[in-house]
């Protein structure tokens, strides 16, 4: 599903996993005071959108289709998020996506094998056509390996954070298929963002 589109140039973006990448992942946020936004987290987009990338989130919300969250507040939280991350009072994300589905879902409305739900690339497709975005010079972070899988199956680059559930993860790097290894593992969104300005410049 999409949501809060705003224009911005350039053809490159970063797409952002939510939940254990730009906030805390507390489990199945489902009010505004749960947001936690990582310290790091401002400074990182700015240096990103300084260096001229779109800044788009892309978030799997299985607990829509769990039924622990409204359906409106995936939508809800990118706004306060847009309205909290900003840079001199301009936003600092471009927009954002999100994906309500699962295959066993309890909430019927919401069950299903879809194309948008990580590592399907589809939340990475409707940006690329909403944005106007090349997605073989854009990146994915995320704290799980199925953020870079999704990367990959677009030709874009995937940089997983130590933050949230990446810590764990980590440790079975050996363990993942070739398509979901990380170009890059990033403490946090910070160095992230400073490893994919630094790689830009050498590709």
Known sequence: MESE???SSGGRAVFL?????IIEDVGYASSLDQLAIYPETIGALHELKEAGFRLIVVSNQSGVARGLIDPSFPDEALRRLRETLTWNGAPL???GYHCPHH???EVEQFRRD???RKPEPGMLLDAARDFDVDLSRSYVVGDHFSDVETAHRV???GVLVLTG???HHVTKLDQVEPIARPDFV???ILEAARWIILHRQHR
């Open 93 to 95: 994300l471009d927009g």
């Open 114 to 116: 879809c194309e948008c």
């Open 103 to 105: 295959p066993e879902a």
């Open 165 to 167: 559930h990446g810590m």
């Open 186 to 188: 990033a403490t946090d």
């Open 17 to 21: 996993d939510r939940d254990g990448t």
């Open 155 to 157: 030709g874009a680059s």
């Open 5 to 7: 589109i705003s224009a």
